[in-house]
T-cell receptor, first 111, second 114 residues
Framework: DAKTTQPPSMDCAEGRAANLPCNHSTISGNEYVYWYRQIHSQGPQYIIHGLKNNETNEMASLIITEDRKSSTLILPHATLRDTAVYYCIVRPRTGTYKYIFGTGTRLKVLA | GAVVSQHPSWVICKSGTSVKIECRSLDFQATTMFWYRQFPKQSLMLMATSNEGSKATYEQGVEKDKFLINHASLTLSTLTVTSAHPEDSSFYIC??????????FGPGTRLTVT
């Protein structure tokens, strides 16, 4: 079973920040938090990942709470092309590195 | 960088026939690849982990004799759906584990069994 829970859907106005939450209350100390997104009928696209510290790249920022039980993916200026299903995944640092996908959040960016 | 391709992108086959789907990492070597299946409006379900040069590890409930996986090189894994039936119609997606440990996903293959 997936170790993450996410709201099933969210709307965001174009140009505004999209904040997507993820709960991973059973995460252990050796597990990373990964975010991917899947645009309709395509393979998932890697966005960002982190362990403890907040991370930022050209696509997004990842905020991980101090107790690591939840995180938020931030798309700073959402565009229509950001409409997708966003998946938060917990992945062990060692072992098979396999991903177990949860249900994800369907983000709709509105014009 | 980190591009994964799949071939074919879509395929229609008759019930009872077999279909092979290829997954290639184009610009990196992948000792581990993964195969997923996705039904409409559902999440990705991991089917199996494919390791170069060894047998695949299947998730619980996935029939290994029906879904044959071969990972013969560091850039190629294949999934063969044997004796396909209409209920096998789905979107099949592969991923390859990069040396940095992220998985990079292929574009998917839509299989329709008639």
């Amino acid at each position: 079973d997936a170790k993450t829970t996410q709201p099933p859907s969210m709307d965001c106005a174009e140009g505004r920040a999209a904040n997507l939450p993820c709960n991973h209350s059973t995460i252990s100390g050796n597990e990373y938090v990964y975010w991917y997104r899947q645009i309709h009928s395509q393979g998932p696209q890697y966005i960002i990942h982190g362990l403890k510290n907040n991370e930022t790249n050209e696509m997004a920022s990842l905020i991980i709470t101090e107790d690591r039980k939840s995180s938020t993916l931030i798309l700073p200026h959402a565009t229509l092309r950001d409409t997708a299903v966003y998946y938060c995944i917990v992945r062990p640092r060692t072992g098979t590195y396999k991903y177990i996908f949860g249900t994800g959040t369907r983000l709709k960016v509105l014009a | 960088g980190a591009v994964v391709s799949q071939h074919p992108s879509w395929v229609i086959c008759k019930s009872g026939t077999s279909v092979k789907i290829e997954c290639r990492s184009l610009d990196f070597q992948a000792t581990t690849m993964f195969w997923y299946r996705q039904f409409p409006k559902q999440s990705l379900m991991l089917m199996a982990t494919s390791n170069e040069g060894s047998k695949a590890t299947y998730e619980q409930g996935v029939e290994k004799d029906k879904f044959l996986i071969n990972h013969a090189s560091l850039t190629l894994s294949t999934l063969t759906v044997t004796s396909a039936h209409p209920e096998d119609s789905s979107f099949y997606i592969c991923s390859a584990r990069h040396r940095s440990y992220e998985q990079y996903f292929g574009p998917g293959t839509r299989l329709t069994v008639t």
